[in-house]
Structures are given as C-alpha cells and as structure tokens.
C-alpha cells in the first residue's frame, strides 16, 4: 500500500513559475525523501529531510516537513522546461530499511 | 558499475510464462530492494536483501514471484506462470548502507504480459 499522497495529481505551469507539491503520510517516520521520474525511466533522488528538521534546500528545491501535520511540500523555483517530470514524495518508517514507501506522484508539465 | 543496472529493459511474455529479471546493484552497496511500479502509480515495495540475505520480502503479491540474491550483489526477481496483472514496470534500487537513505534506482524492466 501506498502511504505518500500527493498534491496535486498534475500540475501545469509556465516556464520561469514555481512549483509547488504537497505530500501527506500516515504513520510517523524517520525520514522523507523527494524523487524524479523522467517518462520511461528510474527514480532520481532529489533530497532527503529527516523528521527533526523542518525545512532543507538544494539548489532550486525547497522542501519542508510538518510532523505535526504529517505532510510535506516540494518548492521547485524559477522552473525550467528540463523539470518537466512526475515527482513522488517516500517515507521510511520504523527502525531500519524496510524500504521507503512512495505516493502516488504528481506529475508537473513545464510549458515553454 | 556506475550505476544500477536492470535487464531486460523491455520483456514481453505470453501468460503463462516464466521470466528472470536481473538487477546489477552499485558496487559495494549492503542494500538492494525491488519495487513493481504499475502504469500511472508510485513504485510498490517488493523484497529487501541485505547482502545475500532476504530480510523482507512482505511485498511480493504471490507465491509466483521470487527473488534471489545468491552472493551478495547481482539479483534476480523471477516470476513464474506470469498473468496478465504482473504487467509493470519492476525497479531495483541499491544502497550503500543499511539504514535507509537515499535510494539509487536503475531504468527498470517493463513487463508486458499477453
């Protein structure tokens, strides 16, 4: 079962926007983490947050985490036409790898 | 490696069939799980190794699905009598530890089943 759920399901905006994902999880975690999926390829890790931070950057990627909320947004800044992807917040919960637990993606259309 | 290599990329298989997919994790990372990715959806765990052994393989939906990772690196995930619902995208990802961080996948296979 999927415990991520994110928001929107798509998103299309303009070349130079920003981007804004929501994430939302059920039981508690010990870290979250942001992935990109281009059409017809792998995942790509864009960055981890773990449960006693609340907000980390990377870049043009903005991520914060309310754990009181259970949720977590994904800020993609000044987006480009190259950021065009489907993106899946995963979560790791309990003590070990028990393997992260991905959302159901949303998938963001750049526009040139 | 490089990176996590999958292969076959693509496989299509009449029902019925068996097929063996093969996953070359990153050199030296503990950790390889497996996920089956259907059309539109996240990736679904499947199995976790831990070196050569299987600690968890909860997410593998029957007894027709098996994964082996006989010496600690190369893996296999083997589906046996494939129906058509086992159609899907099936990622490998490696780590270099054992308490998960990020993961690296590779391409994936795409199973098609007729």
């Known amino acids: 079962s999927q415990q991520g759920e994110e928001d929107p399901q798509a998103l299309s905006i303009q070349e130079g926007e920003n981007a804004t994902m929501n994430c939302s999880y059920k039981t508690s975690i010990n870290n979250l983490q942001w992935y990109r999926q281009n059409s017809g390829r792998g995942l790509v890790h864009l960055i981890l947050?773990?449960?006693?931070?609340r907000e980390k950057h990377s870049g043009r990627l903005r991520v914060t985490l309310d754990t009181s909320k259970k949720s977590s947004s994904l800020l993609i800044t000044a987006s480009r036409a190259a950021d065009t992807a489907s993106y899946f917040c995963?979560?790791?919960?309990?003590?070990?790898?028990?393997?992260?637990?991905f959302g159901k993606g949303t998938h963001l259309i750049i526009q040139p | 490696g490089a990176g996590v290599s999958q292969s076959p990329r693509y496989k299509v298989a009449k029902r019925g069939q068996d097929v063996a997919l093969r996953c070359d994790p990153i050199?030296?990372?503990?950790?390889l799980f497996w996920y089956q990715q259907a059309l539109g959806q996240g990736p679904e765990f499947l199995t976790y190794f831990q070196n050569e052994a299987q600690l968890d393989k909860s997410g593998l939906p029957s007894d027709r699905f098996f994964a082996e990772r006989p010496e600690g690196s190369v893996s296999t995930l083997k589906i046996q009598r494939t129906q058509q619902e086992d159609s899907a995208v099936y990622l490998c990802a490696s780590f270099v530890g054992t308490n998960t961080g990020e993961l690296f996948f590779g391409e994936g296979s795409r199973l098609t089943v007729l």
């Open positions: 050199s030296g990372h503990v950790s």
């Open positions: 995963a979560t790791l919960s309990g003590g070990g790898a028990d393997g992260l637990t």
């Open positions: 947050i773990r449960s006693n931070e």
